[in-house]
């Protein structure tokens, strides 16, 4: 506990052994720990400190004010990558974190049959298709290399192949039902 003489003292208040000091905004005695930190006050506290209700509640009202949206709209267009990247550390966390774990479960859980309907649509698709995620797949399959580090040429190339495999198995298919 500390002390204070001169001409703060009277913002200060010792209340039941624990040190108290005067909000600024709501004129209330407050525990010192209840306080904003500062490096002005000798405490270690603001001198005209605010408790941290008052803080949060004025903080509040700004951020629901136009002029707070405009700073913020003018900072994050100049910080782009920063607003990416703090994004992204964000998502990362919740993701991995118990609450995100338990919406994503209740998810799954509630949509188990369409999302295993829409796996197997879009991977028909993939096959049917030839997409290009399809062709890196195939090339990667007893490779090395993983899909993505072929080249583009390479992967159309595989592509062409694998439809004129098709067409000829298409024909065989079907001379094979004519003669049936």
Known sequence: MMSVVGRHEHLYKIIDGEEHKLCY???QFVVVANCTLGKVGLDGRRRYANCKPCISEKRKIYRQ???HNEV???WEAANYDKVRAGNRIASTK???SE???AVRAKYYAAHAEKRSEDGVRRSKEKVKNISEA???QMLSEGSPLKGSQFPQE???ARRELMKLRRELKGDQ???RRRTT
Request: glycine share 4%.
């Open 25 to 27: 905004l709501c004129k």
């Open 65 to 67: 004010s136009p002029r």
């Open 72 to 74: 913020k709209r003018a």
């Open 94 to 96: 919740y993701v991995h």
């Open 99 to 101: 609450r995100g774990k």
């Open 134 to 136: 399809y062709a890196r």
């Open 154 to 156: 390479i992967v159309d």
């Open 173 to 175: 298919y079907a001379r």
